[in-house]
Every structure is written in structure tokens, then in C-alpha cells.
């Protein structure tokens, strides 16, 4: 696996082999230990989209207060092309990652994993490059079909693509939009949706989300650095 991590792709064709390959090492099983922190993950973009601004909040769970949180931005190193926006986004993450005194037992990413064409979306990419049980949490529809979910909090329905399960349609605060949560690595589907549910007591976006996206819009400042 050591040259999926050193090898960069400069065009799409070598982009989308290497995420073909990714893919192959995702885990969909929970596989961690008790969770003690988790980790809000978002990616934005300023001056015309020429600099990417990643965003890590590291929050306690799961009374979700908040530990530590950090900002970096770096101009970026690859083009935005639809379903191959990991490779846009990971690298200033893991640079984030790197400057974090709290490692995070799972990230919560602000976009899809599973749910994606190839089934290696941002979350599955930043989990396999990471090592860290990783979940994607969406807040539109992206790919696939689902029946109504129900308005309770805590509903949720599967999402179909292609006869295979890519993720669930999730009702995270009674008579609010859903959200889409989706696996990144591992974690089980039905894991993800409880973390997720966990980490949304109040708002619809899990409170990791929310911290991450003050943060990257500079509505707050990091914490602990």
C-alpha cells in the first residue's frame, strides 16, 4: 500500500486508478476500540478557489466539548473534478492531522465515502490515507435511491445503488431535513449512523460538522494550539 500514500496523480485517468485501488482497502466493519474523541473535518476555498482551507474540530464523546481545533491552508495541488475531490482535499487535511496534539479516534467529514460512483469518496480516501475509522456525512443527495424516511429523530433508510447499500438517508432531528451518512473506513454502516446520531443532540449537522464549519468560515478561532 506504501505507493498508494507517495504516489500523486496529475490527471484525472492516473487519479481515478489510484482511487480504484483505494478502494480496495477500505474496511466496512467497526473496527476500534471505545471512542473517546471525534474529530469534525471540512475543506473550503478562498481567493477564487486557489487556496484550500482544511478545518479539524476534536471534540470530547460523547458530550461533544470541544478539545482542541486547528485551521491550515495551503494554495491547491489539484483540480476540482467531480468524484475526485479527495485528491484536492486530503492532502491539506493530513496536514492538519500532522499539527493536532489530540490524535481523534474517528472523523466525522463534511461530504460523502461510500456514496460515490467508485465507493471511495472523500471520507473512504482521508480514512485509507489516515488509518482513522472515518464516516461521511453529506447534507444534499449525491447518488443512488431510498424509500421515505420517517420524521422521528433517529429514522433512517438505506440507500441503493446498483442492488448494493452505498449508505442511508437519516433523520437526524424530528421534522428536519435528513441527512446522508455514508461509511469511510472502518466502520459499519450501522456504526456510523449511531455515531452520528450521537454527535446531532440539538442541530441537524452532527456538533462536529458545526465546529469544523465555524472554524473554516473564521467564525472561530483554533483552541489549544
Not at 460515490?116 to 482513522?132: D, E, K, N, Q, T
Not at 472515518?134 to 447534507?139: N, T, W, Y
Not at 446520531?197 to 473564521?218: F, M, N, W
Request: include cysteine; proline fraction near 7%.
Amino acid at each position: 500500500m506504501t505507493h498508494l500514500l507517495t504516489f500523486t496523480p496529475t490527471t484525472s485517468e492516473e487519479a481515478i486508478a489510484l482511487q480504484q485501488e483505494l478502494r480496495k482497502f477500505v474496511i466496512q466493519t467497526d473496527d476500534f476500540e471505545k471512542i473517546e474523541t471525534v474529530a469534525g473535518v471540512d475543506v473550503g476555498f478562498e481567493e477564487n478557489d486557489q487556496i484550500a482551507c482544511a478545518a479539524i474540530a476534536v471534540l470530547r464523546f460523547p458530550d461533544l466539548i470541544i478539545q482542541e481545533s486547528v485551521i491550515v491552508r495551503r494554495p491547491i495541488t489539484f483540480p476540482y473534478i467531480p468524484g475526485l475531490l479527495g485528491f484536492r482535499e486530503v492532502p491539506i487535511v493530513m496536514e492538519a492531522l500532522a499539527t493536532l496534539k489530540t490524535q481523534p479516534d474517528l472523523l466525522i467529514c463534511d461530504g460523502n465515502g461510500y456514496i460515490h460512483p467508485r465507493r471511495c469518496g472523500f471520507a473512504c480516501h482521508l480514512g485509507v490515507i489516515s488509518g482513522l475509522p472515518s464516516i461521511g456525512v453529506a447534507k444534499t443527495p449525491y447518488l443512488g435511491t431510498h424509500a421515505p424516511v420517517g420524521i422521528d429523530r433517529g429514522s433512517w433508510e438505506p440507500i441503493y445503488d446498483a442492488g448494493e447499500i452505498i449508505g442511508a438517508v437519516v433523520r437526524t432531528q424530528a421534522n428536519v431535513k435528513p441527512v446522508y451518512v455514508s461509511i469511510g473506513h472502518r466502520i459499519s454502516l450501522k456504526g456510523a449512523i449511531d455515531v452520528v446520531l450521537q454527535c446531532s443532540p440539538k442541530y441537524r449537522l452532527p456538533e462536529t460538522t458545526r465546529q469544523a464549519d465555524q472554524l473554516s468560515k473564521g467564525n472561530a478561532q483554533p483552541i489549544g494550539q
